[in-house]
Nanobody
Framework: QVQLVESGGGLVQPGGSLRLSCAAS????????MAWFRQAPGKEREFVAA????????YYADSVKGRFTISRDSAKNTVYLQMNSLKPEDTAVYYC??????????????????WGQGTQVTVSS
């Protein structure tokens, strides 16, 4: 069982930045593919970004490419999502997800076995 705890959400003005963190409870963390998803009110949960188990490959939704960066620190059992140039349409609850998988991380919620509780990100002036 893997427990994931997100932090770092909050209220930010358009054009601002936030960094989300997701701390994982289980070792070896480095064997897990990690991803971020988000869910806005009245919408389905959608893929944001993913990183493979080694950290050598990253994947992004078109809507965030060039603005968001996913990274991982295996020594700290933590994955990060750096969000820059935030827009009101980025407002959502952001969820961290994990899967014990060595291949290319998937973009569907069904590809992940473990989920955090979510952290709210609100982009508004």
């Amino acid at each position: 069982q893997v427990q994931l705890v997100e932090s770092g959400g909050g209220l930010v003005q358009p054009g601002g930045s936030l960094r989300l963190s997701c701390a994982a409870s289980r070792r070896p963390f480095s064997r897990y593919a990690m991803a971020w998803f988000r869910q806005a009110p009245g919408k389905e949960r959608e893929f944001v970004a993913a990183i493979n188990w080694s950290g050598s490959s990253t994947y992004y939704a078109d809507s965030v490419k060039g603005r968001f960066t996913i990274s991982r620190d295996s020594a700290k059992n933590t994955v990060y999502l750096q969000m820059n140039s935030l827009k009101p349409e980025d407002t959502a609850v952001y969820y961290c997800a994990a899967n014990n998988f060595a291949g290319v991380p998937g973009r569907a919620t069904d590809n992940y076995d473990y989920w955090g509780q979510g952290t709210q990100v609100t982009v508004s002036s």
